[in-house]
């Protein structure tokens, strides 16, 4: 009865796998705001170091770890593989839960697997500060951790609401020695504009996002750093996958399904991936996203081009969107609320590889609570999501007769989300149907682009 499936540092990934390379059709190309034509590397120059462009472009699929970002993911990696033998008891399930856990890095989530390696790479090319988002706040601390170690200054947007009831991701963002923000903010005219038209707006996302770009784009010193959505950041995540299919190995099964919570698809892309290339040579393995029935991008989304950010200053990318516009009723799952999806989750879904599932609230708090008081951890709300789902599949294996093995992801522990369970505990949480007509109205505001 083993319960945890580990790798010594010399099993950290060698080489990043990316799906580009291997997918069966091309991708659809990613288009300028402006003009709308295909970008080129020199159009998104401003925003990233040429390495990283070069990577979200690249048609390779395995591209080296530089052994400086080894070095720095070693600190936590690899990260272990638990059997959640306490839960499949406590559900009365037949089937074999796995979980990978990434709440063991610094901030306390996946999002440093890609921001040392965005730090490392700015930081290579002479870049002297990085500007970004944040929601929730474990993508602005992970960042500020990164970007700390390798001598870069960091300028964190954080979500105007967020800033207000996290104070202690603030916290940690100083401890780290980055400059936080409350978003929108009249440091930049994206903020200025969203200001002018609601003094109290308590900022989205997609706003933040369009702040931190137009920092950067106006910042000769400045790149902009994205904590998910775009190929490569999804690539960096896939460490978490690589590393899982060898525990699986250790542990001597494979699994039938994939699950992880999906916000911007980086998580999810980093486990599912590598599995998802033994799917396209064969392999019988379902993928499952897990996303909020509140801010539903996969399941109630249109495939379309969409900018990535709310005003319209990012590259237009195809992806599953609810319109940029969209602005996601406040759920606990900070990390969840986006508009859009990574356009490499989007295509597998569109293309049938990938399933994507929706709940609300209220059954994944009940979730993460069954998980905290059997496995011990206490959840990120963003990852109660793929626990319920990966409960959901246990439970419906159990109905049909039939175990199965199961993988989820759990992409970060919940220290600083505590108001949230307490909130849950009070019965003052509420669940968000899924607003159809908000979405219809921002799905109005798709740019046009040439056939
Ligand atoms: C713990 C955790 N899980 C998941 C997510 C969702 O992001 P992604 O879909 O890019 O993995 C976030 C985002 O902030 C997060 O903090």
Not at 99 to 105: A, N
Not at 188 to 196: D, H, V
Not at 246 to 263: F, N, S, T, W
Not at 400 to 416: A, C, K, W
């Amino acid at each position: 009865m083993t319960t945890k499936f580990l790798l010594g540092e010399d099993r950290i990934p060698t080489h990043w796998y990316n799906i580009l390379g291997d997918l069966p059709t091309p991708p659809e190309p990613v288009l300028h705001p402006a003009t709308k034509a295909p970008v080129g590397p020199d159009d998104l120059a401003p925003l990233f170091p040429m390495a990283l462009i070069e990577q979200e472009m690249s048609p390779q699929t395995e591209i080296a770890i530089p052994e400086e970002i080894r070095g720095v993911l070693a600190k936590w990696r690899p990260s272990p593989l638990f059997r959640a033998h306490a839960l499949e008891k406590a559900i009365g399930t037949r089937s074999h839960i796995y979980y990978k856990y990434e709440g063991v890095s610094p901030s306390g989530s996946h999002k440093p697997n890609t921001a040392v390696a965005q730090a490392y790479y700015n930081a290579k090319a002479g870049v002297k500060r990085l500007s970004t988002e944040t929601g929730a706040g474990q993508w602005g601390s992970s960042l500020a951790f990164a970007g700390g170690l390798f001598g870069l200054a960091v300028t964190v947007y954080m979500v105007k609401i967020s800033y207000e009831q996290k104070p202690y991701r603030r916290s940690m963002m100083h401890t780290w020695g980055a400059e936080v923000f409350p978003s929108p903010t009249n440091r930049t005219n994206a903020g200025r504009k969203i200001l002018e038209a609601d003094p109290k707006s308590n900022g989205s996302l997609g706003i933040a996002i369009s702040e931190a770009v137009e920092d950067a784009a106006t910042h000769d010193d400045t790149k902009y750093s994205l904590g998910s959505v775009l190929n490569h950041v999804c690539m960096h995540q896939t460490v978490i996958g690589l590393e899982a299919k060898e525990q699986m190995q250790l542990a001597g099964e494979y699994p039938d399904v994939v699950i992880a919570c999906h916000g911007g698809g980086s998580n999810f892309a980093g486990i599912a991936m590598p599995f998802a290339r033994d799917k396209l040579h064969g392999k019988q393995v379902r993928l499952v996203a897990a996303e909020p029935t509140s801010c539903p991008s996969l399941t109630k989304g249109v495939y379309a081009f969409d900018y990535g950010d709310t005003v319209g200053m990012t590259p237009i990318v195809k992806m599953h969107t609810l319109g940029h516009e969209f602005m996601p009723p406040g759920i606990h799952a900070g990390g969840l609320r986006y508009h859009g999806a990574a356009p490499l989750v989007s295509k597998l879904v569109k293309d049938g590889l990938v399933e994507a599932v929706a709940y609300p609230q209220l059954p994944c708090f009940e979730a993460a609570v069954t998980f905290a008081r059997t496995e011990g951890i206490i959840p990120a709300p963003e990852s109660s999501h793929a626990i319920k789902a990966a409960i959901d599949e246990a439970r419906k294996a159990d109905a049909e007769g039939t175990t199965r093995v199961i993988l989820f992801n759990l992409s970060g522990h919940g220290h600083f989300d505590l108001a949230a369970y307490d909130a849950y505990f009070a019965g003052k949480l509420v669940d968000f149907e899924y607003p159809g007509e908000a979405v219809q109205k921002a799905l109005e505001t798709l740019p046009t682009v040439p056939a």
